[in-house]
């Protein structure tokens, strides 16, 4: 019985967490979510337009948690720009937390441009806004109703109204890329790397009646594509900083690819394949083992949050499995310096 009435009052402590502090949307696989990581990262990727889709979800026999994302980025105006180009993105968001059912929808409109600098180098700056609305419809409990046999909703002992509420956001954020091509065709010497930082709620906008001001975000994000010379492998090392008011996340890991079939240059009839697999450490979280497999167009990626937090005591060891699918539009491999591209 103490067990329980423990998972009771953390449900109803999470819930009241979630809306008061409002933790951002986010994914393990961030390298999948580049218009929630940086705006600076739209029309940032090898081809002409990009879509995104991404599903989470956390503690499903516990307190449930879903999460899920699409986003459509697209350059413009890249043939009439010599050596530079804008690009424009649409992102939305949903997600569900715990028994509370606090939803979060967000609608976010990013635009950036990018410069080449130098050979094999560019700087992206992007801007972001849109706004986010916030609503409650479930039902907490409290322990002033649990009566020794069970919970009575009737009685609470609470006061108070959850009051749904929006507001404008507004994030930016810089990045910036290079890529070094192979020596030649036959040669896998390519090296690639990318950074940025971006501040999400610029703004601090405040959430609702009685509520504080949603605090900023800073993020700082780098990766790297390190080829393996005479052979058909990638390292792919990668490390996401984020703070917000009192709270951190840092999560660093890596990525191996392996190229198991190239695109046919002459007929087209042979599709490119890629096999990726590593594992990330989100510290004091979770470690998380991921994969992704990609065919031409399409990427398909998988990973699962294994609990290593004190936390994984109350939810029984069990983390959360997310999903992901990109498309990019003309085929990324066909496009000139694909090799030395990072994730995001």
Known sequence: MKNTLYIFNFIAILGFTSATFAQDIHFSQFYQTPLIINPSLTGVFNGDQRACLNYRNQWNDFAPF??????????????????????AGLNINRDFAGDSKLSTTQ??????????????????????????QRAMDGALKWGSQYDGYGFDPTKSGETGYFENYTFGDFSAGISWNFGKSETNVSSADYLGASAGVAVLHINAPKQGIDL???????????????????????????????QQGPLKEVTTGAMVRLTIRKESKYTGFMKAVSAYLGSYYRFGDAVVPSCMFEVANYCLGFSYDA???????????KGAFEISLRFINPDPFKHKGYNHRALM
Not at 66 to 86: P, V
Not at 222 to 239: D, E, H, Q, T
Not at 307 to 317: F, I, P, V
């Open 66 to 87: 879903t999460t899920s994302s699409i986003s459509f980025d697209s350059k413009i105006f890249e043939r009439k720009m010599k050596n530079k180009h804008l690009a």
């Open 107 to 132: 609608f976010q409109a990013s635009l950036a441009s990018t410069i080449e600098i130098g050979k094999g180098q560019n700087i992206s700056a992007g801007i972001q806004g849109g706004f986010t």
């Open 212 to 242: 504080d001001k949603l605090n900023q975000v800073l993020v700082v994000h780098g990766n790297a594509v390190i080829g393996m010379k005479g052979k058909r492998i990638a390292l792919i090392p990668s490390l996401l900083y984020m």
């Open 307 to 317: 609990n290593t937090s004190k936390l994984k005591e109350a939810t029984n060891g």
